[in-house]
């Protein structure tokens, strides 16, 4: 027997308003257990350093254990394909960085779309590279650099922590712009390659200031830019490549995403969680000893993020014709 129309709407409003309470009452309860942060990198660079830094702080403000754990692996898509696989429940996030924006057109099977499979959650900063030479390199300055470079094609060597790397694509950015021929010497991460560097068997490096700062201080290196559109304030006196290469950007960003179709609710009490831990000076100091500038955003900010970064290293990954090992 049919319901009338007005006991229908009745019974349909008061549905909508129950699962909208359950809903409520699942993130006032969040979590009850404890959350995993998977990391789709090895330990000790930025995104690893974040996680724990912000995960710290979520067990503290939310009282259960956020759970570092290192996924290494395929250019950092096993460690994110195991969060597009998780119960969308909150309990699995990911440290989402560089690699997730590159890997998207870098690899042509993935068995995931990242921007579809991965909802984001909460930005939390950019971390900029140094160029740096061998201190043996004559150029001393940037337009110097280029001269050298444009009139010598192909007879300097360009280091990166491995193909498709952040680091890669911040270099091809470069040669792409500024019309250089650079030969690409990939290494098996950033420390070789800094040490390749440093030891004379390449000329240039683009490298995390995290990575970096120590040989910029020791003298080891030089550094003649960096890639921000500012200035850094750990490094005051060294220019931006934007300042000889108009346009020029590149730096690492990153943030924490969770698996689809995670409730709102829950996505929401996470972004303001991290957002008041962004705004914590303890948290801020430490940010900006690394050189990050902190990006405290809306979900929809950091999906705008991702988005345009995708884009950005496509565009490079066509240009430069860069394949997978």
Known sequence: ?????????????????LSAMSRFALAQAYPARPVRV????????????????LGQWLSERLGQPFVIENRPGGGNSIGTEAVVRAPADGYTLLMVGPPNAITAT???????NFIRDIAPVASISR????????????????PEFITYAKA?????????????????????LFKMMAGVDLVHVPYRGSAPALTGLIGGQVQVLFLTTTSSIDSIRSG????LAVTTPARLEMLPDIPTVEDFVPGYEASGFFGVGAP????????AKLNMEINAGLADPRTKQRLTAMGGTILAGSPADFGRLIAE???KWRKVIRFAGIKPN
């Open 220 to 223: 080891s290196v030089r550094p």
């Open 127 to 142: 971390e900029p590279y140094v160029m740096l030479v061998n201190s043996s390199v004559s150029a001393k300055t940037m």
């Open 38 to 53: 998977i990391v789709a990198n090895a330990p000790g660079i930025a995104g690893d350093f974040l996680a724990r830094l």
């Open 1 to 17: 027997m049919a319901l009338p129309r007005r006991r229908f709407l009745h019974l349909a409003a008061g549905a909508a308003t």
């Open 106 to 112: 870098l690899y042509d099977k993935l068995n995931f």
């Open 309 to 311: 970064e995708t884009e």
């Open 260 to 267: 689809r179709n995670t409730p709102a609710e829950i996505v």
């Open 152 to 172: 010598n094609p192909g007879k300097l060597n360009m280091a990166s922590a491995g193909n498709g790397t952040a680091s890669h694509m911040a270099g091809e």
